[in-house]
Nanobody, 128 residues
Framework: QVQLVESGGGSVQAGGSLTLSCTAS???????????LGWIRQAPGKEREGVAA????????DYAESVKGRFTISRVNAKATLYLQMNSLKPEDTAMYYC??????????????????WGQGTQVTVSS
């Protein structure tokens, strides 16, 4: 079982920054570095969007076009923690943000929306 807990959400004005964190607890015998990780967001009335993904070693990342150049995904495996640094925030970034995990597969790691394990989410609100 993989349990994920997000933190760091809040309210910020447009142009501001926030950093989200996600800590993992893995109880199925796997190790943290066997998993690709990602961030997903969902705004009211909108479809879920895969925001970013990162491979187990952290050296390769992938981003939605809507956040490229503004958001940075990273991980510290020794702390079993995933991060999302969000800069130049826009009102359209307002959403519930979820972290997600999946056993790494080279052909599917970018498909964050298909990851089986999700956290409970943390709200990000950006005001204009």
């Amino acid at each position: 079982q993989v349990q994920l807990v997000e933190s760091g959400g809040g309210s910020v004005q447009a142009g501001g920054s926030l950093t989200l964190s996600c800590t993992a607890s893995i109880t199925n015998g796997d190790t943290y570095n066997m998993y690709s990780l990602g961030w997903i967001r969902q705004a009211p009335g909108k479809e879920r969007e895969g925001v970013a993904a990162i491979v187990p070693g952290g050296g390769v990342t992938d981003y939605a076009e809507s956040v490229k150049g503004r958001f940075t995904i990273s991980r510290v495996n020794a702390k079993a923690t995933l991060y999302l640094q969000m800069n130049s925030l826009k009102p359209e970034d307002t959403a519930m943000y979820y972290c997600a995990a999946a056993r790494f597969r080279s052909d599917t790691w970018r498909r964050v929306l298909e990851y089986p394990s999700w956290g409970q989410g943390t709200q990000v609100t950006v005001s204009s």
